[in-house]
């Protein structure tokens, strides 16, 4: 009987990506401090990638939870191949990394999790990106449960569930897709087509990157759950109509205790240090820019920001990733900027963003709109200057300029001119809207901060999870010894 009382051991796997990784870290630590085993998998080019950039910091780490289990946390940590050598550019080589997502590293992940499966305590249960085409085979070979964590809004899972609607009304996938407004998905009032993410505004739809959300967004109809990092006050709708569908848990926003700096590495770039330059400017003074760890800029564009902030006359800090124009593209701003900044802007490759966006002399945040990104300014009470770039960015944006009203648009059509910049960067720093802005988001702040309370909407979510997990693990227990006292009769 000992057996059905066993610790559950989850598997947990990230997409390899930065803004995919970090959330899954504090879930695998807010899981562990309730009493699971963890094995984390990371890829080995996440992990190479994470362990140079701790090198750099001079505490340079083979297992990035060493620190979490010296605080009692039971947390595993293995290594996995995409199916590309370390070396390989996977930034440059987009189209190439994601063929060997899709039809190399399930093979992989397969070996890995057959090797754990009897592991001690046995593995119960897989917690595997949504971006995943293989979750349910997997799970469905080893026996395991099988959990998807959607790491980006509600709002862009349904968009993605329900692509088979989305093209038969024409607004997805046709070669002249319909431009009104879309008004049909279940538990979204009304969206435009220029709101949805990236992949569903392309007209070529054959891409590898289609095939992924294609395979994926079938493969998550037969996860056993679904967990979320969104707060159900912020997307109640669309919630409860998923929920309708499937075991649905908004369990956010996931961050590390106390919102301080995470004890483990997550970070694939070497972080600078801006505390001591922060400390130096008036309180709410700064404009924080930074476009994420993975999306493209042109250079037209990081010129035209270039030139908005210098025009704007605020003090910055911005986080220039050096691929952020392309891995073979380094001299990416306008000749003389880091003569003419003088001492109103520093200029860093990468940093702690928590550290930076909870400094008090933060007062806006120029963002590409990652998930991340918008949770944890909400947080910090810093209103958004919206950018987006790629994929989600575009639906989160939407979320907070139109449905929140906790930031603006950096531009409004394109091409981006640096006046529109310079006049958006005031609005959000200086101009009266600025004091709106920062009462808005102070609002929704209280939303978080409610739904994380002990009786919140995230903790009773995240505490029935764990209640219906366990329930299913000794479902699927039952079955297995089932089938093994079926199999031994049969062979008597």
Same mark, same amino acid.
């Given at each position: 009987?000992?057996?059905?009382?066993?610790?559950?051991?989850?598997i947990?796997i990230?997409y390899?990506?930065?803004?995919h990784?970090?959330? =899954?870290?504090?879930?695998a630590?807010?899981?562990?401090?309730?009493?699971?085993?963890i094995?984390?998998? /990371?890829?080995? %080019?996440?992990?190479?990638?994470?362990?140079?950039a701790?090198?750099e #910091?001079?505490?340079?780490?083979?297992?990035?939870?060493?620190?979490a289990?010296?605080?009692?946390?039971?947390?595993?940590y293995?290594?996995v191949?995409?199916g590309?050598?370390?070396?390989?550019?996977?930034?440059l080589?987009?189209?190439?990394?994601?063929?060997?997502?899709?039809?190399? =590293?399930?093979?992989?992940?397969d070996?890995?999790?057959? #090797?754990f499966?009897?592991?001690?305590?046995?593995?119960t249960?897989?917690?595997?990106?949504?971006?995943?085409?293989?979750s349910s085979m997997?799970?469905?070979?080893?026996?395991?449960?099988?959990v998807? =964590?959607?790491?980006?809004?509600?709002l862009? +899972?349904?968009?993605?569930?329900? +692509?088979?609607?989305?093209k %038969? /009304?024409?607004h997805?996938?046709?070669?002249?897709?319909?431009?009104?407004?879309?008004?049909?998905?279940?538990g979204v009032?009304?969206?435009?087509?220029?709101?949805?993410?990236?992949?569903?505004?392309a007209?070529?739809?054959?891409?590898?990157?289609?095939?992924?959300? *294609?395979?994926?967004f !079938?493969?998550?109809?037969?996860?056993?759950?679904?967990v979320c990092?969104t707060?159900?006050?912020l !997307?109640?709708?669309t &919630?409860?109509?998923? *929920?309708q569908?499937q075991p649905?848990?908004a369990?956010?926003?996931i961050?590390?205790?106390?919102?301080t700096?995470?004890s483990?590495?997550?970070?694939?770039?070497?972080?600078?240090?801006c505390? *001591?330059?922060?400390?130096?400017?008036?309180?709410g %003074?700064?404009l924080?820019?930074?476009l994420?760890?993975?999306a493209?800029?042109?250079?037209?564009d990081?010129w035209?920001?270039?030139?908005?902030?210098l025009?704007?006359?605020?003090?910055?800090?911005?986080?220039?990733?050096?691929?952020?124009?392309?891995?073979?593209?380094?001299?990416?701003?306008p000749?003389?900027?880091?003569?003419?900044?003088?001492d109103?802007?520093? &200029?860093?490759?990468?940093? $702690?963003?928590?550290?930076?966006?909870?400094h008090?002399?933060?007062?806006?945040?120029?963002?590409? $709109?990652?998930?991340?990104?918008?949770l944890?300014?909400i947080?910090?009470?810093?209103? +958004? +200057? $919206?950018?987006p770039?790629?994929?989600?960015?575009?639906? #989160?944006?939407?979320?907070?300029?139109?449905?929140w009203?906790?930031?603006? /648009?950096l531009?409004? !059509?394109k091409?981006?001119?640096?006046?529109e910049?310079?006049?958006?960067i005031?609005?959000?720093?200086? !101009?009266?809207?600025?004091d709106?802005?920062?009462?808005?988001?102070?609002?929704?702040?209280?939303t978080?901060?409610?739904?994380?309370?002990?009786?919140?909407s995230?903790?009773? /979510?995240f505490?029935?999870?764990?209640?219906d997990?366990?329930?299913k693990v000794?479902?699927?227990?039952?079955q297995?010894?089932?089938?093994?006292?079926?199999? %031994?009769?049969n062979?008597?």
């Amino acid at each position: 009987m000992a057996e059905n009382h066993q610790k559950p051991h989850a598997i947990m796997i990230p997409y390899p990506l930065q803004g995919h990784v970090i959330p =899954f870290v504090h879930l695998a630590m807010k899981l562990a401090s309730k009493g699971f085993t963890i094995t984390f998998v /990371n890829t080995q %080019s996440v992990h190479h990638q994470i362990s140079k950039a701790q090198q750099e #910091n001079s505490s340079s780490q083979d297992d990035i939870f060493a620190g979490a289990r010296k605080s009692g946390l039971d947390i595993r940590y293995a290594t996995v191949s995409d199916g590309l050598p370390l070396g390989f550019d996977r930034s440059l080589n987009h189209d190439q990394f994601l063929e060997s997502i899709l039809h190399v =590293f399930s093979a992989h992940v397969d070996e890995l999790v057959g #090797n754990f499966v009897h592991s001690d305590p046995p593995i119960t249960c897989l917690i595997a990106d949504t971006f995943y085409v293989w979750s349910s085979m997997i799970a469905n070979k080893y026996g395991l449960v099988n959990v998807s =964590f959607w790491t980006e809004p509600a709002l862009v +899972l349904t968009l993605y569930y329900h +692509l088979d609607m989305l093209k %038969s /009304n024409g607004h997805f996938g046709s070669q002249d897709n319909r431009k009104d407004i879309i008004d049909y998905i279940p538990g979204v009032r009304a969206i435009a087509p220029t709101d949805m993410m990236s992949y569903l505004q392309a007209l070529d739809i054959s891409t590898v990157a289609h095939q992924i959300m *294609h395979k994926a967004f !079938e493969d998550v109809k037969r996860a056993d759950f679904i967990v979320c990092n969104t707060v159900q006050e912020l !997307e109640s709708e669309t &919630i409860s109509a998923l *929920h309708q569908k499937q075991p649905f848990y908004a369990i956010g926003p996931i961050f590390p205790t106390g919102f301080t700096k995470s004890s483990v590495a997550t970070n694939l770039w070497s972080e600078s240090d801006c505390t *001591h330059w922060l400390d130096t400017k008036p309180h709410g %003074s700064v404009l924080y820019v930074s476009l994420g760890s993975y999306a493209h800029a042109s250079k037209h564009d990081i010129w035209e920001i270039a030139h908005g902030l210098l025009l704007s006359k605020v003090n910055f800090i911005w986080v220039l990733r050096p691929d952020i124009v392309s891995s073979n593209e380094t001299d990416i701003l306008p000749v003389g900027f880091n003569d003419d900044i003088k001492d109103k802007g520093l &200029i860093v490759p990468w940093c $702690c963003q928590i550290q930076v966006i909870s400094h008090p002399s933060i007062g806006g945040f120029l963002t590409h $709109c990652g998930w991340n990104s918008i949770l944890e300014s909400i947080w910090c009470s810093v209103p +958004l +200057l $919206c950018f987006p770039l790629l994929t989600d960015q575009f639906t #989160n944006r939407k979320l907070v300029v139109d449905d929140w009203g906790i930031g603006v /648009n950096l531009y409004d !059509e394109k091409p981006i001119m640096r006046e529109e910049v310079s006049g958006n960067i005031n609005r959000v720093m200086i !101009e009266t809207l600025a004091d709106e802005l920062r009462n808005q988001i102070k609002e929704v702040r209280k939303t978080l901060e409610n739904a994380l309370a002990s009786n919140g909407s995230s903790e009773k /979510n995240f505490n029935q999870f764990i209640k219906d997990l366990s329930a299913k693990v000794q479902e699927k227990h039952g079955q297995a010894t089932w089938r093994r006292v079926d199999s %031994s009769y049969n062979h008597a």
